[in-house]
């Protein structure tokens, strides 16, 4: 018998996973209550709000992956907001900036988590908003027990905060220090914004559907957009060095709606894998998948040798060089011909003996790649000192972790299935404002400010978000939903997890567990847009042959604490006997999965 960190459950009523015990156990409860795995996703969303305020928040956003027991077919729920319609290429560089700032007004995007968490409850869930948004409201008003990160995450922040963000100071800095670890802390302005969008709701009659729709104004024109628009208009330090007033208006909020879409899929060894459209970088996953198949050698994968993992971590690299190039949120991108078999054979044969150091888009049906100017081969990049409010609070180089974003899946006895990925609007990314209890987040520094690329800069288009939920259908029907936080390192943490899982059959858990690795050989999507070619993170509790023999194929090897890299959560089911299973991250000591 393997041992685990902890059991892969198994059950037959639902099953939840999520970055947070908290989280977790308010989705169970909705389950119980008679809500279906959709209720209980957005319980968890709203929760996650709350308890992990510094790895995501209602400023943010969420994209997720739905299938329904009456129509299994997957669906992408974008809760990605787009720039805004003052955010353009001249502005910017009317400031005298080449890159956007990663933090700050200027940084944000129109706020798109709440509108989708409320689509997803009128569309798929059962329940009343009241019904769903009541743990959150209690655990912002009566305060819940702080994790210390939260703490940590405000100490490192807290000159920014008393010299230039004083509304952040407010609600963080209370008596004058961080919050201790365990500190039973309320955010009573966030509690009321809560119970205002229900009040409103209430107001619109007894109708579900028509609470929800009138929340939902209560948000997009109501106070909250009034309180955003108001706020947005002064100026605030941000990570340029410089005060600037933000580009996020109310008339960008009412233009606003979370939307339904098709997924990108590719059909892999039995399995369809469904991912978010290329204006996300979730194909980077299935180009990957894709790659390996080409290579027709069945030790490529095994995430756990040296060969497996050099072959994995080559293709990892061949599908983010096409991040680079090819996707954004645009009509021109050749999503086909990326996913096709033939391109698939066309970057497989790149893959050699020895770790590639160079960023290598690819030429889909013979087109030509464009690049950003600041990760062309030569150029020069100016040295910007540590900010702990910029990029995302992810994973740093030398494997320290300062966080991460959130992730939920929940699956229940009908067959309902989501897989989503909650960001943005952390504590540290823009001024809290006071009204509302949260800030605005900072997904726009995704963008180059470059014409002509796939993912320049431009009002109404949506940033090319890191966050990457996963689902995985059989025969037609969902088994799988995962994901993990960590931007750029989100499809490299999964790519081994489906592997271990649907190929060599681990338990969920067991291949949760096992030694994690990611490339750094990327153009980074935060702010300041670093690359460090040629290195592979490891955890040390790989074997130390595995190591030496990764070294001889030319990575530069950086060993990490033994449980640090990788947040993955995933539930399954069984179609042919409705077992469901679940299984959490260990790592971090903060995520979850409960079940029945």
Known sequence: MTFTTRPTLQGTFG????????????????????????????????????????????????????????????????????APAGATIAHFRSLGMDLIPGAGPLAAA?????????????????LFLADVLEPAIDYAGAGHPLLGRVGDTVAAVRPLFEEHWPTSAQLWLRGGSAPAAGERFTNPAYARTLRR???????????????????????????VADAIDRFSRQAFQDSSGRPHAGLVTGDDLAAYSATWEAPATLDWHGYSVAKTGFWG????????????????DPGAYDPATAAGIHAQVEALKLAFADREAWYGDGADVPAKALLSPRYARERAALIGAEA????????????????????????????????ATTGEPTVRSDGVTRGDTCHVDVVDRWGNMISATPSGGWLQSSPTIPELGFPLGSRLQMFWLEEGLASSLAPGRRPRTTLSPTMVHRDGEP?????????DQQD????????????????????IDAPAWHTLSLPGSFYPREMEPGVLMVEDRLDEDVVAALRSYGHEVRLSDAWSLGRLCAVTRDPATGVLAAGANPRGMQGYACGR
């Open 15 to 82: 099953m939840v996973s999520s970055t947070h015990w908290l989280a977790s156990q308010s989705a169970m409860g909705t389950l119980e209550r008679g809500g279906n795995a959709f209720d209980a996703a957005v319980t968890a969303g709203f929760v996650l709000h709350v308890v992990e305020p510094h790895l995501n928040g209602p400023g943010g956003e969420v994209p997720a992956i739905v299938a329904t027991a009456q129509d299994p077919t997957p669906k992408v729920l974008c809760g990605q907001g787009p």
């Open 281 to 296: 970088q979730g194909p980077v996953l299935l180009q990957t998948l894709a790659v390996l198949d080409a290579l027709d």
């Open 492 to 511: 490299q943490w999964q790519v081994p997890l489906l592997l271990r899982h649907l190929i060599d059959g681990q338990p969920l858990q067991e291949a």
């Open 197 to 223: 969008l229900v009040d409103a709701g209430r107001a619109a009659g007894a109708d579900r559907e028509a609470q929800i729709e009138a929340a939902r104004r209560a948000w997009s024109t109501g106070f």
């Open 110 to 126: 129109v706020p798109g988590a709440v509108d989708a968490w409320l689509l997803l409850l009128r569309d798929h869930g059962t």
């Open 479 to 487: 088994i799988l939903a995962c994901g993990t936080p960590g931007g």
């Open 356 to 387: 590639s150091v160079r960023l290598r888009p690819g030429r889909p049906d013979g087109a030509q790649p464009r690049l950003a100017a600041h990760v062309r081969p030569g150029a020069g990049r100016r040295a910007v000192a540590p900010d």
